[in-house]
Nanobody, 115 residues
Framework: QVQLVESGGGLVQPGGSLRLSCAAS????????MGWYRQAPGKERELVAA???????NYADSVKGRFTISRDNAVNTVYLQMNSLKPEDTAVYYC?????????WGQGTQVTVSS
């Protein structure tokens, strides 16, 4: 059992920055990995960034060099630092956690990049 609570979405101008947070509770020591996904209107859901329990990271090519995923085990929280934001980054961003054979999702947070 894993519960995820997201925060940090909002409206930002192109070139700006935003930091998303995902706080996990429950069977946190059984989590194999966590990640951020996004889905824009009319588009497929895509993996943005992921981090394993061992600390390995993976990024979509479209965000490499701009986004950074990190974790703070002391507060059971995963972050997504988003810099140099572009209008094409506009989407609903979802936090995801994998525990054994189950996948858990946060409620989603809207990120809008517009001038």
């Amino acid at each position: 059992q894993v519960q995820l609570v997201e925060s940090g979405g909002g409206l930002v101008q192109p070139g700006g920055s935003l930091r998303l947070s995902c706080a996990a509770s429950g069977s946190i020591f059984s989590i194999n990995g966590m990640g951020w996904y996004r889905q824009a209107p009319g588009k497929e859901r895509e993996l943005v960034a992921a981090i394993t329990s061992g600390g390995s990271t993976n990024y979509a090519d479209s965000v490499k060099g701009r986004f950074t995923i990190s974790r703070d085990n002391a507060v059971n929280t995963v972050y997504l630092q988003m810099n140099s934001l572009k209008p094409e980054d506009t989407a609903v961003y979802y936090c995801n956690a994998v525990r054994v054979v189950n996948s858990y999702w946060g409620q989603g947070t809207q990120v809008t990049v517009s001038s």
